[in-house]
């Protein structure tokens, strides 16, 4: 079974030389670690950067400078600053090549939740529904069972919409699945000593397991 | 030359009044018009309808103004750091509207580009297209979102001139410039006031015309919200 680390270092290796890639909050974050080595990739920021540097040297922190998680950050050379239309325009143009978030429910048709449970939590969607929305290429770093042991990749989500039929690839703890256009989730890689029994056990939409599945190599 | 010079915050809100619906930039507590939302602290003007990505922190930025009440109605996109404002919403006593960060920024867009709607595909087949016109493109279906309508927006900059030009900086920029087009009235506190004229024009990032008042604000706080850093040794890439 992947720890959070694992999940975001095997969705690191989805990211190709020259992308423009938008990372969520809390897994997805820790994905920028594991980028490649020798390849160029900029982190577009949703409140308004481009080249997304590391963290500042301490006593460097400047409070004009964030990222959207509201965490102080830096710029690196070449980077730029616009507005928040701007920002979501480039996002909604497809500008971005690639969009990596968190989410609470996917189903086997590629609907998504991770904004809301009723009567609980009402943080809200920030750029969320924007970057689903308009993303052509979207990875959801997720978990697949939750503590009780329930799938969270459903037939259909019990939680309110994120988005409609965007996501296409799936990486948890368990397993790398795919959405097929058809509807359904095809199991492509599992993680080192999951059995795809337990993985069938783990999810509550249809799986499509289809001749060898290969364990995940993060190398 | 016009000139736009307010003597101070209390001047700047001094015909905000009741109900109004005010525009507040910043993203999180990076770049919100802190002099101008403790001046409508001061004011203790009531049910107001605040348009602003977020909503503060319990004890700074527009969390101020959700303590003493003073906010009807918040239209946001991420309210997650504020307990009261939670408290407020879950009890019924507050107001919400979420809408997602980028109709927010779009729909201030359109206001300042004299557009009365946009179309997004942000919600659809959401709770938030529920009532709305769906319109599709080649294919794709977007909802019809409205320009917003706002009485005042108040907005931060770092440098500004007499004459409103404002130029901003870093990632405090974000819904400033937007905002700044969107407001019947438009306020913009500033780090540095100078006489028209010493700012290049080829680096306003937003032309006086959209600005009516402006003045130099005084004892910022910029307070960071997540501080995070690395170590010297560390020579991780990010």
């Known amino acids: ?219 | 030359m016009i000139n736009k010079v307010v003597s101070g915050a209390e001047e700047a809100i001094k015909d905000i009044s009741d109900g109004a619906t005010i525009m507040l930039g910043g993203f999180g507590l990076c770049g919100i018009p802190e002099n101008c939302i403790n001046a409508l602290v001061t004011k203790q003007v009531k049910n107001l309808t605040c348009i602003s990505n977020n909503a503060g922190v319990d004890d700074f930025g527009i969390g101020l103004m959700l303590k003493q009440r003073q906010v009807k109605k918040m239209i946001s996109s991420y309210v997650g750091e504020n307990a009261e404002f939670e408290r407020q919403l879950l009890s019924g006593e507050l107001e919400v509207d979420l809408i997602p960060q980028g109709t927010l920024a779009t729909r201030c867009l359109a206001a300042g580009y004299g557009m009365p709607a946009i179309f997004t595909p942000a919600g659809v087949g959401t709770e938030v297209a529920e009532g709305k016109e769906v319109r599709n493109f080649n294919g794709k279906d977007y909802l019809m979102e409205y320009a917003f309508d706002a009485d005042f927006a108040i907005v931060k900059a770092w440098k500004g001139d007499t004459a409103g030009n404002l130029i901003f900086r870093s990632t405090s920029r974000n819904f400033n410039p937007v905002m700044a087009m969107a407001g019947k009235i438009t306020i913009a506190e500033v780090e540095e006031l100078v006489v028209a004229g010493e700012l290049d024009p080829d680096y306003i990032h937003t032309p006086g015309i959209y600005v009516h008042r402006i003045f130099q604000g005084k004892d910022y706080e910029k307070r960071i919200e997540q501080r995070t850093v690395r170590k010297r040794s560390d020579d991780s890439e990010i």
């Open chain 1, 1 to 219: 079974m992947f720890s959070k680390e694992e999940i975001a270092q095997r969705i690191a290796k989805e990211i190709k030389d020259g992308y423009y890639v938008n990372l969520g909050i809390g897994i997805p974050t820790l994905v920028a670690n594991y980028i490649p080595k020798g390849i160029n990739v900029v982190l577009q920021s949703e409140n308004g950067l481009l080249g997304m540097g590391p963290f500042p040297f301490e006593g460097e922190e400047d409070a004009d400078l964030i990222n959207a998680g509201k965490q102080t950050i830096t710029t690196l050379p070449g980077s730029s600053i616009f507005d928040s239309a701007m920002s979501f325009g480039m996002i909604r143009s497809q500008k971005v090549d690639l969009t990596i978030l968190g989410a609470m429910e996917v189903s086997e048709n590629g609907d998504i939740a991770n904004w809301k449970i009723p009567g609980k939590m009402v943080k809200g969607m920030g750029g969320a529904m924007d970057l689903v929305a308009s993303a052509k290429n979207i990875i959801v770093a997720m978990q697949h069972i939750n503590k009780a042991g329930e799938s969270k990749l459903l037939p259909k989500c019990t939680l309110p919409l994120t988005g409609v039929k965007c996501i296409k690839k799936i990486v948890t703890e368990l397993a790398v699945l795919d959405v097929l256009p058809e509807g359904g989730f095809k199991l492509l890689e599992r993680a080192p000593g999951v059995s795809i029994e337990f993985i069938q056990k783990s999810t509550a939409g249809r799986l499509v397991v289809e001749g060898e599945i290969p364990e995940m190599r993060l190398d």
